[in-house]
Every structure is written in structure tokens, then in C-alpha cells.
């Protein structure tokens, strides 16, 4: 007699384990997203620590908390980020500080705004080329003093003619004041920033409105001809007085190659929501970009920026979003099984059952080998439990319908038939 219960049993068993050994492989090739990034961002009130503290808002939306790593400037802020013992996951980078030959194991998620390079000085002569700084006291802020020295150098400003600085924005916009400087080379800012507001009203101190931007723009791939139009900073005051040419690198937004894709996919949404609308230097929808100059783009970010959020991510929360694609995962493995057992389950029970009835038959040709063969009555009637036993077999297979079964039936009355024949014979 088959026992259903056992089978039943077994067939569970056996599909719990291939379950569980499906989920711990999307466990391991479908690993689930940290729920925290770190991000360095420079100094404490930079225009990066700004757009950090709102990163973190956007962030907390969807469950993610972003820790801020401060540093000192931006060269510190690219070897924090590099350090591979600081746990740091993305950084702001300006334009022109590093490049994919410098800094292999990073990816951008695009440019997120231009980074003006604000020229102030101290005078009463209006100067409008970077030449005109040969020769007097300068500071270069320390956040980009590489591409701001090769800039002054292709103008012949260099340290041997010209006596430059790297001192913080807060300590050379004093000694600028105090006549110890003659002009500043300010890191990317706002117009509105706390930095650079009090400067606009300062009389003694001058915005350098550059002739040759467009120029730089052509001779250097790292950087932007910006044009701040007449009273962007103050209408009421009309500030500036006329249109303004300057030079901006942009700034970056990047991560290690290696952080998990759910991850990048809402950094992007993050930037993507912060910077793409419309600013004093640029139209609605130009950043973040689909390029960058420096670094390789991160695929997941521009198949986010090119095509927009993914089905899931449309309607499920980001937590939800690795569960439900191990979910889509074990039904397309389930789907894979069980369509070709659906096909090949039918023919397999066929054949077992066929298989069952020749084995059967080969019982019953014994029973008629024998039959022919034993002279003791006794013997003769021990034959039939025998075929009782092929009957009682042939009777509780389900595949009734079997032409191998009803002929194995009419076999079973035929030796039946003949073994009472023999009987009668023998005891006769």
C-alpha cells in the first residue's frame, strides 16, 4: 500500500530546503542596503556642509540617515574620502581637484551646480584680467590651490613674482581689509552665502569682472564662462552695477565604486530633487548632469537620470525595495521549476505507473511459469495467494483507464481460470 502521507511529507521537505537554498543565494547576490551613508563635506558652514544638512532631510524620507563628516578644505575632503580605514561612502568635490587617473575607485553621480571662483580685491583701479595680480599679495583659499595656481601661472602670476598665501576664506578676507592683502581668490560660494554677503556693501573692495573668461572657459576643460547679471545679489541696490563675467569649475557629487546600487539610486533621487531647478547660473533641468569631465558616471544614477525611478521604486518605500526583488527573484526560480514539471510531471507519472504494471506482469508470468510446471496439488494452491496479491496490486494503481491495465487484468482471470483448471486436474 503507497503511503500519500510519506510522499507528501517528502515533497515539502525537499521544497522548504530548495526555498531556504534560493533565499540564502539572494541573500548573498542580492545583499541588503546599509541604511546609512557617510558623506564628507567639507568645513563647518561650507556651501557642502549646507547642501548636506539638506541631503540629510531628503534622506530621513526614506528611512536613510546620512552622517556628515566635516574636514578642513577640499584637498583634505578628497584624501578623507580616499582614506579606505574612514568609512566614508560618497564626498563634494570641486572641479579640477582630482581626475579617474588620480582617483581610480571613484564614480560620480554628476555635477550638481557651477562653482564660481570669486576674484575680490582691494582698489580703487578697476582690474578685469588675472594678469594684473602679477606682483602684488594674493590669497588662494586651500579648497582648490591646484587648478587656481595653474590658472595664475598661464597668466604669469607666480610665486616668484607675486606673494601668495593659503589662508581660510574668514582669516584673508580680514587681512584683505586690513590692507595686508591685496586681492582673494574665494572658494565656490553662494551670492547669498554668509561668507560673501558682507563683501558686496564693503566700498573699498571690488568683484573682478573678468574680460578673458571665455577664454579660460575654451583653454580649460574644468571650467565655465558664468555671467552674474546686473542686480542678481541686490535688485533694490542694484548689485552688481553692470553684468559680471566670471569663471566657475562645477561641483561633484561622488561614491565608491563598490557601495551598494539601491544606495546610489537614492542619492540620485536625492540630487536629482535638490538641483534641478532653476538657479541665477542655470536653467531648470541642466543638473544634475548626465556627463562628468573627471570621473566615470555611476550606471545606476544615470539609468535613474535618463529613465527616472524603476517600478518598485515608483510605489514601494526604499526598505522594501531588496525584499521585494528576492521575492521576484524566488517566483521567477519557482516559475522556472514548475512550468517544466507541469510538462514533464504527466509523462514521468505515466511511466512509473507503467512501470509498476510490467513488474506486476512479470509476477504473473512466474505464477503461469509455475503453474505449468509444479505436480503437487498443495504447491498448485499456494499459487493462488500469489495472484491474489498481483490482483490486489493491479487493483489499487490509479491509471485504470490503461490499456496495459485491462489487459493485465484479463490475464490475472486467465491464470485464475487455468490455475483451478490445474487444481481440479490434480486433485481429480
Known amino acids: 500500500m503507497v503511503n500519500y502521507t510519506k510522499i507528501v511529507l517528502r515533497m515539502l521537505a525537499a521544497t522548504l530546503c530548495v526555498i531556504a537554498v534560493i533565499w540564502l543565494a539572494l541573500w548573498y547576490f542580492i545583499p541588503a542596503p546599509p541604511t546609512t551613508i557617510t558623506i564628507a563635506a ?12 539638506r541631503y540629510r532631510q531628503r534622506l530621513a524620507r526614506q528611512h536613510i540617515r546620512l552622517d556628515v563628516r566635516l574636514s578642513g578644505n577640499g584637498m583634505e575632503n578628497l ?33 550638481i551646480s557651477y562653482a564660481p571662483l570669486w576674484v575680490f580685491y582691494r582698489g580703487k583701479e578697476a582690474l578685469d584680467r588675472l594678469t594684473q595680480l602679477k606682483g602684488k599679495t594674493i590669497n588662494v583659499n586651500p579648497a582648490t590651490p591646484v587648478l587656481v595656481k595653474r590658472i595664475l601661472a598661464a597668466h604669469g602670476v607666480v610665486p616668484e613674482n607675486t606673494v601668495m598665501s593659503e589662508m581660510l576664506v574668514v582669516p584673508a ?29 564693503d566700498p573699498q573692495l571690488r568683484l573682478m569682472d573678468l574680460s578673458q573668461a571665455e577664454t579660460l572657459a575654451r583653454l580649460f576643460p574644468n571650467l565655465n564662462h558664468l555671467i552674474l547679471p546686473q542686480g542678481a545679489v541686490d535688485l533694490e541696490n542694484n548689485i552688481p552695477a553692470t553684468n559680471v563675467n566670471l569663471i566657475a569649475t562645477t561641483n561633484a557629487v561622488v561614491v565608491h565604486k563598490n557601495l551598494h546600487p539601491e544606495l546610489i539610486y537614492v542619492l540620485a533621487q536625492t540630487i536629482k530633487a535638490e538641483h534641478g531647478e532653476a538657479g541665477i547660473f542655470h536653467r531648470a533641468g541642466e543638473f544634475p548632469t548626465q556627463t562628468d569631465p573627471e570621473y566615470p558616471m555611476a550606471e545606476e544614477a544615470l539609468d535613474y537620470y535618463k529613465n527616472g525611478p524603476s517600478f518598485l521604486q515608483r510605489y514601494l518605500p526604499f526598505w522594501m525595495l531588496n525584499y521585494a526583488k528576492r521575492l521576484a527573484a524566488i517566483l521567477v526560480a519557482a516559475i522556472a521549476i514548475v512550468i517544466p514539471l507541469f510538462t514533464y510531471t504527466p509523462r514521468l507519472y505515466a511511466w512509473l505507473v ?50 496495459l491495465f485491462f489487459a493485465l487484468l484479463m490475464h490475472i482471470r486467465f491464470t485464475r481460470t487455468e490455475l483451478a483448471s490445474r487444481l481440479v486436474t490434480l486433485r481429480g
Open 42 to 53: 567639507g568645513i563647518k558652514g561650507g556651501v557642502f556642509s549646507e547642501l548636506a544638512e
Open 79 to 111: 584624501k578623507l574620502f580616499e582614506d579606505p580605514d574612514s568609512g566614508i561612502d560618497a564626498a563634494f568635490l570641486f572641479g579640477g581637484i582630482s581626475d579617474s587617473k588620480q582617483s581610480p575607485d571613484i564614480v560620480s553621480l554628476g555635477r
Open 173 to 201: 578676507i580680514k587681512a584683505m581689509k586690513d590692507g595686508a592683502l591685496d586681492a582673494v581668490i574665494l572658494p565656490p560660494q553662494g551670492i547669498q552665502s554668509p561668507i560673501i554677503r558682507p563683501l558686496w556693501h
Open 354 to 403: 507503467n512501470l509498476r504494471l510490467l513488474r506486476l506482469y512479470r509476477r504473473l508470468r512466474l505464477v503461469n511459469a509455475r503453474l505449468k510446471t509444479e505436480s503437487s496439488a498443495e504447491r498448485v494452491a499456494a499459487l493462488q495467494t500469489d495472484l491474489d496479491h498481483i490482483d490486489r496490486a493491479a487493483n489499487i494503481l490509479p491509471a485504470r483507464h490503461s490499456d
